[in-house]
């Protein structure tokens, strides 16, 4: 899941609770903003025993969007991916979702995974 930095309720009712078991931060450790968020949220799930791990991601920066894209498909699933804002479900990608369109440009523009590959071939995916 690609999600936008969760509000303190979306954090204790959908990450700290279990739903995740990687949590993904795209925050720039260079926004005084982000890094606070960044700060918080590592803190929270360190609490919550959920793993949490920081990958910045500036911008459009798709070189790194498509290097973050690959690893985050080796992660324990589930995986959230936290940007700092996500485009409206629209498509619509104001300023500040930069990260997160790079992002989700680069993961939908990989070969799709072991486990979608056999599932599209028909074979049931491994649990």
Known sequence: WLVPFPNASELA???EAGQAKTVVLLLDP???EQRAWRDQV???LA???VATLARPLIGRDVPVAKEIAAWVRTLPRPVVVVA???PY???D???GTEAAGAFMDAY???APGPAAAKAAAGAPAAQ
């Open 13 to 15: 009712g959908y990450l």
């Open 30 to 32: 260079n926004d005084a």
């Open 42 to 44: 590592q803190h929270d």
């Open 47 to 49: 609490t919550a025993r």
């Open 84 to 86: 700092p804002r996500t």
């Open 89 to 91: 479900a629209n498509g």
């Open 93 to 95: 990608r104001y300023p």
């Open 108 to 110: 939908a523009g990989m």
